[in-house]
């Protein structure tokens, strides 16, 4: 007797693309109009990614920094008193702000990342 | 050589290696009264001095600065921890009470390489290692004693207690059998482990070059995955994981056209069939020795991990389309070579329980398949296996066979070493160089992972990560010239020693080299348990952040994205791995002596051609022993 258990081979197709979709589905709902997401790489393996940040004045914004380095980074303005700590290596920090003043603010690593820590340096633009 | 003295030679040299690799050298830093202080400077990924050795009783006081980013200071055993930001200089005091080799580890994420930037903190006099190494020579010659005492109930009994037969039938049980025989069985394993894999493939792509400890894939496969199969899955199983591997699935259903259910299928694929003269564990020596030459890539960087494991799928789907069914398992897998000759070692085994039923049963329907289910995948024929090796554990035979004549057993470890070569033989060619030359090969890199995974050596990290192109290039030619020259050629001048003592001219070189290199496995797999250990326990508390946070994206999806690294019982760390030393040591020196009763004719050629292969063996516990705690 012939036992045909009923499994679809794309069964297996349809696992393999399920996790895919979640985890882009994930990272999708997770961005918002005023949400922008800065990367964190020391500058020899790509500095801060976006280097400059553009946003509207008086317009809430959560920047959303991700270390996606081996080492410990940290995240400083200065010029609008913000500051995010230590970012260890795959950690996530998020800092919610709304800028007030019209300007061009430098933000900075704070934690002595690499030998060219001193050019990891970026640019935040309120228009 | 007069018969008496020989375990008094055994001694003498023994004590000649132990005073060798014991030597005390210099103590570190500046001592003033009872305290010893000492300066270091962490860099990646190594610390300067990176063997700090103090005496008993001092008080130590540590100074740490980092050269470079910041690092951390976790020393095992006394649980001192601090953070070592660049600029600052921390202090680390503690009381030198405990005795023995402790690793000191960088607790910060500094690097590709960091959870495996180490020291060693030497506190003289390392009684644990003296103990260990003593007894390894006790052990070795009593074994020597004890074999020249031999009753007739050991040549039957393993240690004279356990009878080499002795065999417990897990599928008398019904649920099991009925478990065994369902078509969703393993199935429904390797379906979960497929999605499992689509994860790791995806965090691996998406963590680019991001740290490896916080990275899923990274984790899951070389700290849980690696580890469980080097500890408990081969060691006890076989082949176990080939069971629930999810990487020849695709390549499974386009070949037989279905996941489900059994029969013979029309094939997808050209069904070729694999040249006869690399039927053996030639092609995967290879294969893993080739990919160990990139494991400062793959351990440590997520993407190199995705490069490989691609490779692997690829591999396995491509393979199946040219040749016939699990062709790529057999010959091509890098991880198939250790597990097939290990799970000879292990304490389970999938063979027949009567053989006359076999014998009159045509046609055979566990090689040919029928409707209930695929003939041997593995091209084993189950009905005449003898042997691990070879045996998927993919329980096809259960379902096929229409006597019910297969069984799951547990045995004694290691029984398999003994099997002799069977009528059918010819169609694999079982017992010989490409087995013994993968268990000698598992010796070297052993060492190289050792070294440079838990050894204090930079420069060694370095080399295997190629920070330069020149001393990548020292590693692999050093590397390959350890594995394929020089500790085989060691082992072939034992061997000749081990002819040449025997007194028998008669048997050849090869028989003596390729046999003896069977007892090697035990130890083989004991070590390599030991080394998984090291790996696991200062590491494994990355999981639950990996768990919870599988695509560092700042998720927490069991709460547990939070959990700091703490290394776990890493003080008891070189106990266990000497406990596991001895026992691979006990059963190496058990089977041993056996083969030296098979390779020669006479009892007292045996006893005396063991001689030098004892030796050779007692000189590879001390080298562990010495690698592990020394």
Not at chain 1, 30 to 53: C, D, F, H, M, Y
Not at chain 1, 118 to 123: N, Q
Not at chain 2, 336 to 342: E, I, V
Not at chain 2, 347 to 370: F, M, Q, S, W
Request: net charge positive.
């Amino acid at each position: 007797m012939r036992r045909q258990t009923a499994l679809n081979p794309s069964l297996v197709v349809l696992i393999a693309m399920a996790a895919v979709l979640a985890t882009i589905g994930c990272s999708a709902s997770a961005s918002q109009p005023a949400t922008v997401e800065l990367l964190a790489r020391a500058p020899e393996k790509g500095n801060w990614s976006p280097q400059t940040i553009e946003v509207e004045q008086g317009q809430k914004v959560t920047l959303v920094i991700r270390n996606v380095d081996a080492v410990t980074h940290g995240f400083y303005l200065p010029g609008l008193d913000l500051t995010a700590g230590e970012i260890k290596a795959g950690d996530v920090k998020e800092i919610t702000f709304t800028p007030q003043v019209a300007g061009e603010y430098g933000f900075y690593c704070s934690v002595w990342c690499s030998d060219f820590h001193m050019h990891m340096r970026g640019k935040l633009i309120v228009r | 050589m007069d018969h008496r003295l020989l375990p008094t030679y055994v001694l003498v040299a023994s004590c000649l290696t132990l005073s060798a690799c014991g030597s005390s050298g210099e103590f570190s830093g500046d001592l003033v009264g009872t305290q010893r202080t000492v300066e270091v400077t962490a860099r990646k990924f190594e610390y300067k001095p990176s063997v700090i050795t103090v005496k008993e009783g001092e008080t130590v006081v540590i100074k740490l600065a980092s050269e470079d980013v910041t690092h951390g200071f976790y020393l095992d055993g006394y649980g001192e921890q601090t953070t070592i930001p660049p600029g600052d200089i921390k202090l680390v005091g503690f009381t030198a009470n405990k005795t023995g080799r402790f690793a000191f580890r960088c607790s910060e994420t500094c690097g590709h390489f960091h959870p495996y930037m180490i020291g060693h903190l030497r506190v003289l006099p390392n009684r644990k290692y003296y103990a260990g190494v003593s007894l390894v020579v006790l052990l070795g010659i009593g074994s020597l004693a004890y074999g020249r005492r031999r009753r007739e109930k050991h040549r039957t009994h393993l240690f004279g207690v356990i009878p080499l037969d002795w065999r417990f039938e897990l599928t008398k049980y019904r649920p099991i059998r009925a478990l065994f025989k369902s078509r969703w069985f393993p199935l429904v394993f390797i379906l979960l482990n497929f999605f499992v894999f689509v994860v790791i493939l995806v965090a691996g792509f998406a963590g680019g070059f991001s740290a490896g400890n916080v990275n899923f894939g990274v984790m899951v496969v070389w700290i849980l995955w690696w580890v469980l199969l080097m500890t408990i899955f081969v060691p006890v199983v076989g082949r176990f994981w080939c069971m629930a591997c999810p990487f020849p699935l695709v390549g499974d259903w386009l070949q037989r056209g279905t996941l489900g259910s059994g029969g013979r299928q029309k094939s997808w694929g050209l069904n070729k069939k694999w040249p006869k003269r690399f039927r053996n564990l030639w092609p995967v020596t290879a294969c893993f020795l080739l990919s160990t030459l990139f494991v400062g890539f793959f351990t440590v960087q997520p993407f190199a991990t995705f490069v490989l494991l691609a490779l692997i799928v690829i591999g396995a789907i491509v393979i199946s389309l040219i040749y016939e069914k699990r062709t790529f398992c057999l010959y091509l897998c890098p991880v198939s070579g250790f597990q097939g000759l290990y799970s000879n070692f292990a304490a389970c085994e999938v063979r027949v329980k009567d053989p006359d039923i076999c014998k009159t049963h045509t046609p055979k329907t566990c090689y040919l398949g029928n409707e209930h289910g695929y003939g041997c995948p593995w091209m084993e024929l189950p009905f005449d296996m003898n042997r691990n090796t070879y045996c998927g554990l993919c329980m096809e035979c259960f379902k096929t066979c229409p006597h019910d004549n297969m069984a799951f057993n547990v045995r004694p470890f290691g029984t398999d070493l003994l099997a002799e070569r069977r009528r059918t033989d010819e169609l694999q060619n079982r017992r010989g160089l490409d087995e013994a030359f993968k268990s000698l090969t598992m010796i070297g890199i052993l060492f190289a992972f050792f070294l440079t995974m838990q050894g204090p050596y930079g420069w060694l990290k370095d080399m295997v990560m190629a920070a330069s192109l020149g001393g990548y290039g020292l590693f692999l030619g050093g590397y390959l010239l350890l594995n394929l020259g020089l500790i085989p050629v060691l082992f072939l001048v034992v061997s000749y020693l081990s002819k040449k003592a025997s007194g028998n001219r008669e048997v050849p070189l090869k028989k003596i080299f390729v046999d003896f290199s069977y007892c090697l496995v035990p130890l083989g797999v004991a070590r390599w348990a030991a080394f998984s250990l090291g790996i696991l326990l200062p590491n494994g508390s990355y999981l639950p952040r990996v768990f919870s946070d599988p695509f560092s994206r700042g998720w927490d999806l069991f709460g547990t994205a939070g959990y700091q690294w703490t290394p776990f019982l890493t003080g008891a760390l070189p106990y266990l791995q000497l406990s596991l030393l001895f026992v691979g040591l006990a059963f190496s020196l058990e089977y041993g002596y056996r083969f030296a009763n098979r390779i020669f004719t006479t009892e007292r050629e045996a006893t005396r051609g063991w001689i030098p292969m004892l030796l050779f063996i007692i000189a590879l516990g001390v080298f562990f022993v010495w690698l592990f705690e020394g």
